[in-house]
Nanobody, 118 residues
Framework: QVHLVESGGGLVQAGGSLRLSCAAS????????MGWYRQAPGKQRELVAV???????NYADSVKGRFTISRDNAKNTVYLQMNSLKPEDTAVYYC????????????WGQGTQVTVSS
């Protein structure tokens, strides 16, 4: 079992910045992927950015150049620095932990609201 605790959401004006954090605890495998997805009202959940323990990253095209994902493997914590925020970034942001070995696992945080006003 893996437990994810998110923090850092809130309300910000367009052009502003926010930093999200997600700390994982429990049965953490040494090789894993952690990252962020988001879901806006009436839309499907979509990938924002993920990062492996080895440092590989994947970003949604809509956030490239504005968002940066980082992680502290020793603390099992992943961060999302969000700059130049736009109203279309408004969504609930969910932290995700995923591993495939030695056993497959996929866990979600409870979500944190990010609201960007125009």
């Amino acid at each position: 079992q893996v437990h994810l605790v998110e923090s850092g959401g809130g309300l910000v004006q367009a052009g502003g910045s926010l930093r999200l954090s997600c700390a994982a605890s429990g049965r953490i495998w040494s090789i894993n992927t952690m990252g962020w997805y988001r879901q806006a009202p009436g839309k499907q959940r979509e990938l924002v950015a993920v990062r492996t323990t080895g440092g590989s990253t994947n970003y949604a095209d809509s956030v490239k150049g504005r968002f940066t994902i980082s992680r502290d493997n020793a603390k099992n914590t992943v961060y999302l620095q969000m700059n130049s925020l736009k109203p279309e970034d408004t969504a609930v942001y969910y932290c995700n932990y995923r591993a495939v070995a030695p056993s497959e696992s996929n866990y979600w945080g409870q979500g944190t609201q990010v609201t960007v006003s125009s």
